[in-house]
């Protein structure tokens, strides 16, 4: 069995039981270096998860028959390493246990309603993107949002909005998706 388990942003005091059970009863352990530290006493394999995913599904796969639980940054399934061991393992060999993702615990402690959230991946080719926004004391009654894309720009070089994630979505033409002008369209805002 593989197990999939969300760790949340703030440690093992947001663990659910059930990831404790699963991480309890496993046999080999995967997870970045900051998760697996939290295990020190574990007895059974470990596999520092890095970059290299065609390593790590081979060190999964030659474990066939055994437990092994990949501890996984949040929700497993928002934009994690979930969603490619489904892929990879299939669905029915996947137990996804998911943790409080970093939008939740950021959405809490900032008392933000997320009913009217869209959030996109947007990675940054090539290093550090930094955002400015607004400070939360300014956001009491309005809607505006604490940052955007525009207001993003690489740590060494010149305001830019980082791409979107285009190649996931797409359109009802087939085209690829621009949700800031669908959501101008719509007179949605942004």
């Not at 080999?28 to 574990?42: D, E, I, K, T, Y």
């Not at 890095?50 to 390593?55: F, R």
């Not at 997320?114 to 926004?133: I, K, Q």
């Not at 791409?163 to 359109?171: E, F």
């Amino acid at each position: 069995m593989l197990t999939v388990v969300g760790m949340g942003p703030a440690g093992l005091q947001w663990l659910a039981p059930a990831a404790r059970e699963a991480i309890a009863a496993a046999e080999a352990l995967v997870g970045g270096s900051r998760h697996l530290r939290q295990f020190p006493n574990f007895a059974g394999e470990r596999f520092a998860l890095g970059a290299d995913m065609p390593a790590l599904l081979a060190w999964i796969e030659a474990r066939t028959g055994r437990h092994v639980v990949v501890l996984a940054s949040g929700d497993p399934l928002f934009y994690g390493i979930g969603t490619r061991l489904i892929a990879h393992f299939g669905r029915e060999r996947v137990q996804v246990i998911p943790g409080i993702s970093a939008v939740q615990y950021l959405c809490a402690r900032a008392g933000i309603d997320m009913n009217d959230m869209w959030l996109t991946s947007s990675p940054w080719p090539g290093g550090e993107l930094r955002c400015a926004g607004r400070p939360p004391e300014s956001r009491h009654g309005d809607r505006r949002p604490l940052w955007s894309a525009g207001d993003c720009r690489p740590a060494d070089g010149p305001r830019q909005r980082p791409p979107l994630d285009g190649d996931r979505r797409k359109s009802g033409d087939g085209k690829r998706a621009d949700p800031l002008a669908a959501g101008q369209r719509r007179g949605g805002r942004i």
